[in-house]
């Protein structure tokens, strides 16, 4: 199961941009990880994606993009694997 996942993270890495990606379950266990995603953060981010869904618990779950002046992370749950890609923001 983790060569699929990498393989995932190698695709999403050849998109403009993206400078890291990282694949977590809804526990916070990080599955993959490339580029500037620390494995560290795979919590925090299966928490943020966790939280957001009880904005609206009877929708599907949401993308949520993090933005500052050089950066932007998308984070997405799809099933049991929460997803977050890092990008480079152009000024």
Known sequence: MEKGFERQIKELNRSKDVIGCLLTDKSGLCL????IASRTSSGVIAAIAEMSR???PNSKPPVISLQNDTRQI???????????VFKEVSS
């Open 32 to 35: 993959a990880a490339s580029g």
């Open 74 to 84: 998308l984070i997405h749950q799809k099933d049991n694997v929460i997803g977050a």
């Open 54 to 56: 009880k904005i609206e």
